[in-house]
């Protein structure tokens, strides 16, 4: 119906020719009744309109200072260059990173890109630094060959940049956010100190830019007035530090970086084009191996503004008292949770700085895998971040989320973050079992039982409306979108694969609960999902030359069939025995990698953190020890902040997708350290079994790792004639039983020890015939 409507629009305005293409567009999917989410085309809709106007302003202003990304896109010398030909779109396909900041449990998140640019809200302006001295003005976009980023305590969630702009000066600037005196914002800190043993002179400055990390941020009206700017009628940036000069400038009178104008009085400009910009300066004179401060706070708002008052009580000792806490906080914070001990200084630390970052995707009723484009809800990401939050010890976190998840369920049972999206029933299920099996309250089973059992029953309604006419997808879920990186609409094993999980948990609930009427059902449902959804495994593997499994019944096996690897890990539906394993994993191994790391070449074209992480927890569930190759390319290609981008330009190794900085990944690396040291199977608990040699033989664990099975820490040390193990197991009630045991590398398979009791120390033979004791 649809085609036919959009033939007679283009044939009654004469545009017929355009047909073919339109009804291509089509028909490039499977026929489903939902052509694209809803909820993401006023996303596709600002993607396509801020692209649109980042090709109009930065062309026409190439005078202007614009944000790292678009000055080396727009350099024809520089390798992330990219010619706009008739892409008319412009957007950050190079250069897609950043680092995320918040206070904990707010909504309210900056970010922090690797020039220390800073944007405090999505699809908004940004404040960024810069230095003039008598040898130039030092431009960060421009000089980012002499800047560089680390954290505080090299773990904390505050970005420390280091601004190598001149050999007198030693230059920093710290962003940390806070909450002091009932205002949540963003401190700044630059720390100058003169490394001569002369008095130097310089202008230390702050910009206001109409811009970010991906685009555009109109600055409609500008105004400075007692030490306050505001930005679009809102406060912006509080001068701590009262500054020693500062001005306005538009697009006519040019970018105040370069032509610094006197302005007017009052500092105020307004602009339609929304290309403005304000700067304010400190003249600086520093004695020999003098040090200076210099204190801005930019506040995290709501809609709706604030009072003015409260930034009176915005004082230098108040901030100052306010970072202090801020910092021992997450000190104290770190000390908490499961706590891991991998003897690789590079692992160990990613995994700490992700322990205190992930708390920034958490925005109280809901976890957000990003803190820009994808600052909202999808039960996909959920599912996993709940997972990695689990991984880190704080169960707590993800009990608050799943509360609210009856809210966003639909009256036919449906829980919708966006509609087409077939697997979320299964990821909600999920995700809320999980969390009471890995140790949380059975009675939140009863509370939210009713919500679940609707939740399961939309999954056999649904699938019920193919098994009417015998085909290939017989019995599976109607086609649909799916994660976007699998490509158009389709019958995706990765959505039954999920539902049927789902169910699965379902059951584990309900025989739990007591419910016997409802436990035969989902036995009788369960047992036919999983032989339609075989049957078309079976069907769709043996038209593939190498046995390998297709994302689809209705597709070839490629870069997508990366989804189908969540049947081994975490969904436990697969393991080595199952027929299509092997080969899907051999099929991704040697075709789809490049620098250690999965390569999407559908959507995303780059290299792929979360989805590595999957390919090398499957690699874990069938003992094969290239899991640690894809860990150590994670590592090495993380930010030195420990971010990763959703995928990573090959050659720029920059972000190229999504959000730069990206929660689902990070979660993913942490669940994939967890799964080396705590993986459970149907049939035990298994600990250690992707532990290499080389870190047993240093010595290596895990504290307080929640479990299926309990509550586990583990500690593994050489010894003379072999290895000392101690490991204890605290098991609630309805927590499964299950045996523990021990798995450490063997010549050629794992060497599998079943520990006796639930706690315990005992030594162990342990030698290894490859040049080592």
């Not at 001149?166 to 230059?171: A, Q, V």
């Not at 990366?562 to 899907?584: E, F, K, M, Q």
């Amino acid at each position: 119906m649809l085609e036919a409507l959009l033939t007679r629009v283009l044939r009654w305005t004469g545009k017929e020719h355009l047909a073919p293409f339109v009804n291509g567009l089509l028909h490039l999917g499977r026929p489903a009744t939902v052509l694209f989410p809803r909820e993401l085309l006023e996303q596709g809709a600002a993607i396509a309109l801020s692209g649109l106007s980042n090709t109009m302003a930065i062309q026409s202003n190439h005078q202007w200072v614009w944000p790292l990304w678009v000055e080396r896109q727009i350099d024809p010398d520089a390798p992330e260059f990219i010619p706009t030909g008739l892409n008319l779109f412009t957007t950050n396909l190079t250069r897609r990173n950043w680092t995320s900041i918040g206070v904990d449990g707010s909504d309210l998140e900056a970010m922090v890109d690797p020039v220390g640019m800073l944007t405090p809200r999505p699809y908004g302006w940004s404040a960024l630094p810069y230095l003039r001295t008598e040898s130039g003005t030092f431009l960060p976009p421009r000089e980012s060959r002499h800047i560089s980023q680390t954290l505080v305590d090299d773990t904390l969630p505050a970005v420390v940049t280091h601004y190598h702009a001149d050999p007198r000066l030693n230059w920093s600037c710290e962003t940390l956010a806070l909450e002091c005196c009932g205002e949540e914002g963003i401190l700044i800190t630059h720390r100058l100190r003169n490394l001569t043993q002369r008095r130097i002179e310089f202008r230390l400055g702050m910009s206001l830019r109409p811009c970010n990390a991906l685009m555009l941020g109109p600055i409609n009206r500008l105004r400075l007035k007692r030490d306050l700017w505001r930005v679009n009628g809102k406060p912006a940036l509080l001068l701590i530090d009262p500054a020693s000069r500062s001005h306005v400038s538009d697009r006519h009178k040019g970018d105040p970086l370069h032509a610094p104008a006197q302005g007017v009085e009052p500092l105020s400009l307004r602009s339609r084009s929304g290309l403005c910009s304000g700067t304010s300066e400190w003249f600086l004179s520093l004695a020999a191996d003098q040090e200076r401060e210099i204190l801005l706070f930019v506040p995290l708002q709501k809609q709706g503004g604030h009072r003015p008052q409260k930034f009176r009580q915005l004082t230098r000792e108040a901030l100052l008292q306010a970072r202090t806490a801020t910092l021992e906080g997450w000190r104290t914070h770190q000390r908490t949770g499961t706590r891991f001990h991998v003897p690789e200084p590079a692992i160990s630390r990613l995994l700490e700085a992700v322990r205190n970052r992930l708390p920034v995707f958490d925005d109280g009723d809901i976890f957000t895998p990003g803190t820009f484009l994808y600052h909202g809800f999808w039960f996909r990401d959920g599912a996993f971040l709940a997972t990695g939050f689990e991984n880190l010890g704080q169960g707590h976190r993800v009990k608050d989320k799943i509360r609210h998840y009856p809210d966003l369920q639909r009256r036919d049972g449906f829980f919708c973050s966006q509609d087409g999206e077939w697997d979320s029933n299964g990821q909600a299920i999920w995700t809320v079992v999980q969390h009471v099996r890995r140790g949380g309250e059975l009675g939140l089973l009863e509370e939210l039982w009713p919500s679940l059992w609707r939740g399961g029953r939309w999954i056999e309604a649904f699938r019920a409306t193919t098994t009417e006419i015998p085909s290939e997808h017989f019995g599976l879920l109607p086609a649909g979108f799916s994660a976007e990186h699998f490509g158009p609409n389709d019958h995706y094993y990765w959505d039954n694969f999920w539902s049927l999980a789902g169910l699965s948990q379902l059951l584990w609930a309900a025989r739990k609960l007591g419910k016997v009427r409802e436990t035969a059902l989902l036995e009788s449902r369960i047992a036919a999902y999983r032989a339609d959804l075989e049957a078309s495994i079976a069907q769709s593997s043996a038209r593939s030359p190498d046995g390998s499994l297709p994302p689809s019944p209705y597709r070839h096996s490629d870069p997508a069939s990366v989804g189908n690897l969540v049947a081994l890990s975490p969904l436990r539906l697969a393991d080595v025995s199952t027929a299509w394993t092997r080969p899907t994993l051999e099929l991704l191994w040697k075709r789809h990698r490049r620098d250690g790391l999965f390569f999407q070449s559908i959507i995303h074209t780059g290299l792929n953190p979360y989805l590595s992480a999957q390919l090398a927890r499957a690699l874990l569930v069938l003992e094969d020890d290239r899991w640690l190759e894809i860990l150590q390319a994670l590592a090495v290609h993380a930010t030195p902040t420990a971010c990763w981008p959703e995928a990573i330009h090959p050659r720029t190794k920059g972000g190229c997708m999504g959000d730069g900085d990206h929660g689902w990944s990070a979660a993913e690396f942490v669940s994939l350290v967890r799964e080396a040291f705590v993986r459970e199977t149907d049939d035990a608990l298994l600990l250690c079994s992707g532990v290499p040699a080389a870190w047993i033989e240093s010595g290596c664990g895990i504290e307080a790792a929640t479990s299926e099975c309990g509550t586990i820490s583990v500690k593994v040390e050489r010894t003379a004639r072999g290895v000392k193990v101690e490991w204890s197991c605290e098991r609630k009630p309805h927590q499964d039983e299950r045996p523990l045991v021990l798995s450490l590398p063997g010549d050629s398979s794992r060497q599998r020890h079943l520990l006796p009791t639930l706690a315990g120390t005992m030594e162990l033979d342990w030698t290894l015939n490859q040049g080592e004791p």
